[in-house]
């Protein structure tokens, strides 16, 4: 079990930046991936961006070139981040953080993290 506890969500203007973070506490494997996720009212949960235990990331399209994702790499004091600049309207969102150990399929989630961008 995994427990993750998210911060640094908050109103922003559009054009404004945000950083999220995330601790990760409990059974983390050697082999994990963490992740970002949001949820905007009325809709699906989406991928935003993911990181590897090795230090490969992906990006939704909508966020690529905007965001960044990073993460510690000490197991005993893990942390992912979310770094959000030129932030529009529309990633206004619950973000979600994730983090799969290998062989998991869903993995565990944080609380979720309000972020509002108003224009």
């Known amino acids: 079990q995994v427990q993750l506890v998210e911060s640094g969500g908050g109103l922003v203007q559009a054009g404004g930046s945000l950083t999220l973070s995330c601790a990760a506490s409990g059974s983390i494997f050697r082999l994990h991936v963490m992740g970002w996720y949001r949820q905007a009212p009325g809709k699906q949960r989406e991928l935003v961006a993911y990181i590897t235990n090795d230090g490969s990331t992906n990006y939704a399209e909508a966020v690529q070139g905007r965001f960044t994702i990073s993460m510690s790499k000490d197991n005993a004091k893990k942390m992912v981040y979310l770094q959000m600049n030129s932030l529009k309207v529309e990633d206004t969102a619950v973000y979600y953080c994730?983090?799969?150990?290998?062989?998991?399929?869903?993995?565990?989630w944080g609380q979720g993290a309000q972020v509002t961008v108003s224009s």
């Open positions: 994730n983090l799969k150990n290998e062989g998991s399929s869903n993995g565990d």
